[in-house]
């Protein structure tokens, strides 16, 4: 993104293979548009990339730390890599240099990175300035996200360092806001905890109105129409995943433990997108027995169109069929094409995992099975050959976990249909 707004960008990273890939314009993670978009700044000499770390220090101006901030386990963010980073950058200081943190880090921690450059270097001869500038973008529209974003946030106490930081996206046209460190730390933060929580909210109520019989996507419609509310994350479902919402969900448990404060609020949003699996299980379970039952689960990703599969809703749900005694749990994902491609979050044991079977659209996925479940909103999946799958089911029953496809349709092609709270009666 920030080549094709014009400016020269090195991209480092230790790990050889990855820099080789891209440096031959292969993306190692599918996100759309994006080979292209890399094959386009490559060609046109703005972006290359290495794993000489003195290279990339020395030829840049500003330093724009990227790298995973995972969960510890005590739920609060590891923040090795970020120092990792920080050391390196101190070894082959040359000048001054502005550094900007874009990596999701707990609060204090552009404080800390500034204390360890204090540290490490001499801020007569080679001055840094660091900035906090967090990134919203999401996975699988992380190009038009880049491109279009809702707003621009730039956290420090360096005016010049953080008007230049600014004038990286002199490009967009987005709002920016410029504030301190913490509130920039916490601006992140408290967004995923929100939309989270909007996601957790609507789980439950979800859960209600399959109770009273009420149809949640209707209900979210009409919610979303009230500006105050807006439409976007109010989409019930089988729970939030990924690399980012239950890990700064727990980032912000821990964060505010270590404050002596306890955060309510998260603390049921994470419970209840914990049991939102359950719920649906427990669904599934109403009309057929796990037990024994061969299943079909549609979908590994944490979310369409990425090849993610950290925390993914639809990882979460073969586990918890195979715990459950589900005879064969059949997977089809785009991203997805041997057993050795799945991201366990728990691995199962041999046993269980030799009942797992990875299938295709070509072949014929859907014989002999009691269920199909939709675990990730994939748009090819509406394309699926539903009206031969389900004659070829011994029961052609269908629990969308995602709200995803046309329930009209599905019951056309001749499949007993189960939403999310969809609809009275399934
Ligand atoms: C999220 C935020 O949306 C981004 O703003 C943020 O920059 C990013 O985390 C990050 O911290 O890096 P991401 O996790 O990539 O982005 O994707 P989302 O589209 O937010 O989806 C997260 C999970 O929530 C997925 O499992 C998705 O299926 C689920 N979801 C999303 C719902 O269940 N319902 C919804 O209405 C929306």
């Given at each position: 993104?920030?080549?094709?707004?014009?400016?020269?960008?090195?991209?480092?990273?230790?790990?050889?293979?990855?820099?080789?890939?891209?440096?031959?314009?292969?993306?190692?993670?599918?996100?759309?548009?994006?080979?292209?978009?890399?094959?386009?700044q490559l060609a046109a000499g703005r972006i290359r990339f290495t794993n000489d770390a003195k290279t990339a220090v020395t030829e840049s101006e500003l330093l724009m730390l990227a790298?995973?901030?995972?969960?510890?386990?005590?739920?609060?963010?590891?923040?090795?890599?970020?120092?990792?980073?920080?050391?390196?950058?101190?070894?082959?200081?040359?000048?001054?240099?502005?550094?900007?943190?874009?990596?999701?880090?707990?609060?204090?921690?552009?404080?800390?990175?500034?204390?360890?450059?204090?540290?490490?270097?001499?801020?007569?001869?080679?001055?840094?300035?660091?900035?906090?500038?967090?990134?919203?973008?999401?996975?699988?529209?992380?190009?038009?996200?880049?491109?279009?974003?809702?707003?621009?946030?730039?956290?420090?106490?360096?005016?010049?360092?953080?008007?230049?930081?600014?004038?990286?996206?002199?490009?967009?046209?987005?709002?920016?806001?410029?504030?301190?460190?913490?509130?920039?730390?916490?601006?992140?933060?408290?967004?995923?905890?929100?939309?989270?929580?909007?996601?957790?909210?609507?789980?439950?109520?979800?859960?209600?109105?399959?109770?009273?019989?009420?149809?949640?996507?209707?209900?979210?419609?009409?919610?979303?129409?009230?500006?105050?509310?807006?439409?976007?994350?109010?989409?019930?479902?089988?729970?939030?995943?990924?690399?980012?919402?239950?890990?700064?969900?727990?980032?912000?448990?821990?964060?505010?433990?270590?404050?002596?404060?306890?955060?309510?609020?998260?603390?049921?949003?994470?419970?209840?997108?914990?049991?939102?699996?359950?719920?649906?299980?427990?669904?599934?379970?109403?009309?057929?027995?796990?037990?024994?039952?061969?299943?079909?689960?549609?979908?590994?990703?944490?979310?369409?169109?990425?090849?993610d599969q950290r925390e993914s809703p639809g990882i979460r749900l073969i586990e918890k069929l195979l715990r459950l005694g589900a005879g064969e749990v059949r997977v089809m994902d785009?991203?997805?094409?041997?057993?050795?491609?799945?991201?366990?979050?728990?691995?199962?044991?041999?046993?269980?995992?030799?009942?797992?079977?990875?299938?295709?659209?070509?072949?014929?996925?859907?014989?002999?099975?009691?269920?199909?479940?939709?675990?990730?909103?994939?748009?090819?999946?509406?394309?699926?050959?539903?009206?031969?799958?389900?004659?070829?089911?011994?029961?052609?029953?269908?629990?969308?976990?995602?709200n995803f496809l046309d329930p009209a349709e599905m019951r056309e092609a001749g499949w007993t249909y189960y939403g999310v709270a969809r609809e009275v009666g399934g």
């Amino acid at each position: 993104m920030l080549a094709k707004l014009g400016h020269r960008v090195i991209g480092y990273d230790v790990d050889e293979v990855k820099i080789a890939r891209l440096s031959r314009g292969e993306l190692p993670f599918r996100e759309p548009g994006l080979p292209e978009l890399l094959r386009e700044q490559l060609a046109a000499g703005r972006i290359r990339f290495t794993n000489d770390a003195k290279t990339a220090v020395t030829e840049s101006e500003l330093l724009m730390l990227a790298v995973g901030t995972p969960s510890a386990p005590d739920g609060s963010a590891d923040l090795r890599y970020v120092d990792a980073a920080v050391d390196t950058i101190a070894r082959h200081l040359d000048g001054p240099k502005i550094v900007v943190t874009k990596s999701t880090v707990p609060i204090g921690t552009n404080r800390r990175i500034r204390r360890r450059f204090a540290e490490l270097v001499d801020a007569s001869r080679t001055p840094v300035a660091v900035v906090s500038n967090p990134e919203f973008l999401r996975e699988g529209s992380a190009l038009r996200d880049s491109l279009h974003p809702a707003r621009t946030v730039i956290g420090g106490d360096d005016p010049a360092a953080m008007a230049k930081v600014r004038s990286l996206y002199d490009g967009l046209d987005a709002p920016c806001l410029m504030c301190g460190y913490e509130t920039a730390e916490l601006i992140k933060y408290a967004s995923n905890g929100f939309l989270a929580a909007k996601i957790s909210y609507m789980n439950e109520i979800a859960r209600l109105a399959d109770a009273v019989g009420a149809d949640v996507e209707t209900v979210a419609a009409g919610m979303g129409l009230d500006p105050r509310i807006a439409p976007m994350h109010l989409k019930a479902g089988i729970g939030y995943g990924g690399s980012c919402f239950p890990k700064d969900v727990d980032e912000l448990l821990a964060m505010a433990r270590r404050h002596n404060l306890r955060l309510r609020l998260l603390t049921e949003t994470k419970r209840v997108n914990d049991t939102q699996i359950d719920w649906f299980v427990g669904k599934i379970a109403a009309v057929r027995p796990i037990a024994g039952s061969n299943a079909l689960v549609l979908g590994a990703a944490f979310k369409e169109d990425t090849d993610d599969q950290r925390e993914s809703p639809g990882i979460r749900l073969i586990e918890k069929l195979l715990r459950l005694g589900a005879g064969e749990v059949r997977v089809m994902d785009p991203t997805v094409r041997a057993a050795e491609d799945l991201r366990w979050r728990r691995r199962p044991g041999p046993r269980l995992l030799a009942r797992v079977r990875v299938v295709t659209e070509g072949e014929d996925a859907a014989r002999g099975i009691d269920f199909a479940a939709v675990a990730t909103p994939w748009e090819a999946f509406r394309r699926l050959p539903w009206r031969a799958w389900a004659e070829a089911a011994a029961r052609p029953l269908l629990f969308d976990g995602r709200n995803f496809l046309d329930p009209a349709e599905m019951r056309e092609a001749g499949w007993t249909y189960y939403g999310v709270a969809r609809e009275v009666g399934g």
